[in-house]
């Protein structure tokens, strides 16, 4: 050992030394691929048997080099640098090539050489300038500061994430570029709302609000350029997009959705051109999420063909309703009674305002006040005291009274028929989860280019201070959530597309997609935008960077449209519906596939190797990322149905066993909804040009990687990997990050936001 430390470093050995000290600095390597290194080492013509003895010392990774061992390295490779112009010291294995003199009297080494130093650079996974950095900057502060090729085509990643509707995407982008959607501050909300309501108004005479209904309307029958509009207006400001959605999508939604011909009629086409103002009068104080035990009574009288909607208390109010100052007309939610017998909820459009304005006789209406954030929504309260409407106010497309005063419905049992209607208006949830993606788009964007230009420490006097972008630390925190917004782009766009294509016998798969997309989407948001305002410290902590809007702002999604704790469970449900529908629907072929399951199941769990395996190259594979997304899908799956069911046979009350399995069936959504963004991004890469694959097969095994990372625990309790698989994988995300490290100005750059919507000083070169 002590001669292999104070061994002096000759000129063949130059060669390879650079990446050695990366290597080592910079090392994720498992003992396989330390075994592949030594067989590159040892074909190596250029080396004596006694240089290969030395460099085959340090590869043992329980016997990294000490630090004296480092220092003589870096201190060779310095003192042969010096004389070396900057380019000359941009990349390792250039590096290594014009340090050494070794060969036919100091001429160029071999192609040989060269290829294998290459070779070994790419076996080391140091093929990146991120990692490079790590000893150029030691050696030469200005070598690795040159600006760094983005490795795809920017405009061509864009097409593919416009997609389809790239057309209507760039009508939104020059749209928000006038002046009356410039994004500024106003602390006032009564001036805010007006601003905001001016331009909802000014959407509409664009015509951009009328995509999802009839063209005998004045629509455009393009459901799916509604719910792109949503996203788009997002990246500007979200009382904007809010007040849009309850106007056009919530309220029109209802009017369309559950409405028939008379209140299309009517209603439809002065409402998306917005001289008709309405709100979605659903949620109350008392019962939240809890629709189906909604308080507020709609009471049928005969007599006069009326229809009586009652608040019977202060806990039946309506809450938190959008557009609820500026409407003339409610959709309101209520139980209907018809002749005595409840019916369950529908909904009815109820008066609230006069053309002037005026509030309604009966209609008590309380402004919500100033919010966290969406102060630019005029979000109230709403209650109702005995307020008669003509029955033909009823949204009757479930549910009709007749001449006779009885009650028909073409779904007969209740529940079905409460969820078909809740169903009708899945279309919210869907946008809500898109425009969640693009707060996170937004987020990112400024946090990065902030942080591509904002320097920050130097590593010794005489460098220049460190682009915080190049610390781990702050990889860490961008570049994973960088990778999951592709992820949740993609799938929500796969569902929209799913939406727009259904007939009906896919509603059922798109309700419990939609419900844990938009869980997911809008979770990832607020933790994104809370990393991205760290990220840029103090500055991204005032008004004008827009990180505070945007954590203000978004903030609600994650219980707007439904609470994301409750949809998940819904998520869940559905899963175990569908599983048990399998069985009634399959009989003896889906009780075998069950069993198949559980027995692939048993043998993953007892395959030492690939418990074991820490490979580079298996771990990045799409098949090992995939297996172990399906493992924890249907393992949970398994694990969960067979609780359940030994619940039941013990006579447990369905409650108690609901009760009892909930945290269990919040796992089981979250590793369905993983698995399906899994494979929609996996879809996309299938569907890119093929310029583009690499890029997009970079950020999905970090999507991958990064997931399973974070449930490494489950993955060690269920015996799907063993410690140092776990180690390999920590080891492996982490170089991937680095490695889409000078990718990613690229990457947000293709999501297309225009710089009047970024509107963030911070985000703009001019800036420093």
Not at 394 to 413: A, F, Q, T, V, W
Not at 571 to 597: D, P
Not at 640 to 657: C, F, I, N
Not at 686 to 705: E, S, T
Request: proline share 4%; with cysteine.
């Amino acid at each position: 050992m002590e001669a292999i430390t104070t061994r002096s470093i000759n000129e063949r050995i130059l060669a390879v030394l650079p990446l050695f000290y990366v290597g080592w600095a910079d090392s994720v390597l498992s003992p396989s691929e330390m075994k592949f290194i030594r067989s590159i080492v040892a074909n190596m013509t250029l080396l004596t048997k006694s240089d290969k003895e030395y460099l085959n010392h340090w590869t043992d990774p329980s016997q990294p080099p000490p630090e004296e061992v480092f220092k003589s390295w870096l201190n060779a490779i310095k003192a042969k640098a010096s004389d070396l112009d900057h380019q000359q010291k941009s990349a390792l294995v250039e590096l290594g090539m014009r340090i050494s003199s070794a060969g036919t009297s100091g001429e160029q080494l071999s192609k040989e050489t060269y290829d294998s130093l290459v070779e070994l650079e790419h076996a080391l996974a140091i093929d990146n300038p991120v990692s490079a950095k790590l000893l150029l900057d030691q050696i030469d502060p200005l070598a690795g500061s040159e600006s760094i090729d983005i490795s795809f085509d920017v405009d061509e990643l864009s097409k593919l994430l416009d997609g389809r509707y790239a057309q209507t995407k760039n009508r939104l982008r020059q749209l928000l570029r006038d002046p009356l959607f410039q994004l500024k501050h106003e602390p006032d909300k009564d001036i805010y709302r007006l601003r905001v309501l001016e331009q909802v108004k000014e959407l509409a005479r664009q015509g951009v609000s009328a995509y999802s209904f009839p063209k005998k309307y004045g629509g455009g029958e393009r459901q799916g350029d509604h719910m792109i509009v949503f996203e788009m207006l997002a990246f500007s400001d979200l009382s904007m997009t809010v007040k849009f959605g309850v106007q056009f999508g919530l309220f029109g939604g209802a009017l369309y959705l559950l409405g028939t011909e008379r209140h299309h009629r009517k209603y439809l086409e002065p409402m998306h051109k917005a001289e008709l103002l309405g709100c979605f009068a659903m949620t109350e104080t008392g019962h939240g999420s809890n629709v189906k035990g909604l308080e507020t009574t709609a009471t049928y009288d005969h007599d006069t063909k009326e229809i009586i909607i009652h608040s019977p208390g202060f806990q039946a109010g309506k809450e938190y309703i959008g557009n609820a100052l500026h409407s003339t007309l409610a959709v309101v939610f209520a139980q209907l009674i018809v002749n005595e017998e409840n019916h369950g909820v529908h909904a009815v459009i109820v008066p609230v305002r006069d053309q002037k304005g005026v509030t309604l006789p009966g209609i008590k209406i309380e402004d919500g006040g100033y919010k966290l954030g969406l102060n630019g929504v005029d979000n109230g309260r709403i209650w109702f005291d005995q307020v008669r409407v003509p029955a033909s106010n009823l949204l009757d497309r479930y549910g009709k009274i007749g001449e006779s005063g009885s009650y028909h419905s073409p779904i007969e049992n209740p529940a079905k028929r409460f969820f078909t209607m809740l169903g009708a208006l899945v279309v919210g949830r869907i946008s809500v989860g898109l425009a969640a993606v693009s707060t996170s788009k937004k987020a990112l964007t400024i946090a990065i280019k902030y942080a591509l230009q904002r320097r920050q420490f130097e590593a010794k006097p005489e460098h220049p201070e460190f682009l915080i972008m190049d610390y781990p630390s702050h990889m860490e925190r961008l570049i994973p959530a960088l990778a999951h917004t592709y992820a949740y782009d993609f799938a929500l766009h796969d569902l929209a597309d799913r939406q727009v294509a259904d007939d009906g016998t896919d509603h059922r798969k798109i309700e419990t997609l939609a419900a844990g997309l938009k869980s997911k989407a809008t979770w990832h948001a607020t933790h994104t935008i809370q990393e991205s305002r760290e990220a840029c410290g103090g500055k991204g902590y005032l008004t004008e960077n827009q990180l505070s809007a945007l954590k203000a702002d978004s903030d609600i999604f994650t219980t707007f449209e439904g609470d994301n704790t409750v949809l998940m469970q819904l998520v869940a449900k559905g899963v175990l519906t569908e599983f048990k529908q399998s069985f009634h629907e399959e009989g003896n072929r889906a009780l075998i596939r069950y069993l198949l399951k559980k027995a692939n199941h048993k043998l993953s769990e007892f395959n030492f190797i690939q418990k074991r395996n820490s490979d580079y190259g298996h771990l990045v594979s799409t098949e090992f990322i995939e297996e172990a997304f399906e493992f924890r899908f249907e393992k949970t799956l398994i694990k969960l149905s067979e609780r359940m069911r030994k619940y039941l046979k013990r006579k447990v009350d369905p409650h108690d066993v609901f009760l009892k399995t909930q945290m269990h069936l919040m796992e089981l959504a979250d590793s369905y909804i993983d698995k399906i963004t899994l494979e929609s991004f996996r879809n996309k890469i299938g569907d890119a040009p093929d310029h583009l694959k690499p890029i997009l097969n970079r950020m999905f095994q970090l999507f991958g990687l990064h997931t399973i990372y974070l449930h490494h625990g489950w993955y060690l309790e269920n015996d799907f990997i063993e410690g140092i698989k776990s180690k390999a994988i920590r080891k492996i995300r982490t170089k991937l990050i680095q490695d889409l490290r000078p990718d990613i100005e690229g990457l947000v750059n293709a999501f297309g936001i225009p710089d009047e919507c970024l509107a963030a000083p911070i985000a703009f070169k001019e800036y420093t």
